[in-house]
């Protein structure tokens, strides 16, 4: 059921990430072709490029956590083996999801409802703010479920090769 799960998350993000990014590059292709070929500047495609980013940027981070390949100080993991490199990636996945739940998830839905409640829109768009914003919480809830994974499994995630190697070590030491 948590792997299901979990394809269907990582192909909504991956889907998410495709959307972002070519409406981003139509944008700017767009952007710059009414500005030098037509002569007349398109005033939309800056708000909707930089919606496009901040869609773009947490999303791929979401995307990122759920295949370890996210930004990590690995010196010390690349030493451990067996029981302490699965304790280790725990303890990391706990403060990832400590900090993801608190500022992404909590943070993010009460920024989101306060933009709606003030009725905030975008300058040139006038898109309502609590959209854009949506995806700070959306983008936690998914690295939320990919934290809880790992702290279920670690044997799942794609760097699977270390987390085998490790189980394997804790094994034999068990076996011994």
């Known amino acids: 059921m948590m792997r299901l799960l979990r394809t269907v998350i990582d192909r909504l993000l991956q889907a998410g990430l ?5 409406v981003l590059a139509l944008c700017v292709i767009w952007q710059v072709i009414s500005r030098y070929a037509l002569g007349n500047p398109s005033i939309f495609t800056e708000e909707v490029s930089r919606f496009a980013v901040i869609w773009l940027s947490l999303l791929g981070t979401a995307y990122a956590c759920g295949r370890l390949e996210h930004m990590a100080y690995d010196m010390l993991a690349e030493k451990l083996q067996g029981q302490a490199l699965l304790t280790h990636m725990r303890a990391v996945a706990a403060l990832v999801l400590a900090f993801s739940a608190t500022v992404f998830l909590y943070g993010g839905l009460k920024l989101v409802l306060r933009a709606f409640q003030v009725e905030q829109f975008s300058a040139t768009l006038e ?42 070590h804790v094994n034999k030491e068990l076996a011994a």
């Open 18 to 22: 495709i959307i972002s990014f070519t």
């Open 127 to 168: 898109v309502p703010m609590g959209y854009v914003y949506s995806c700070i919480p959306i983008a936690g809830a998914c690295i939320v479920f990919y934290e809880i994974a790992i702290l279920v499994n670690p044997a799942s995630f794609r760097r699977a090769n270390e987390v085998e190697e490790a189980i394997e």
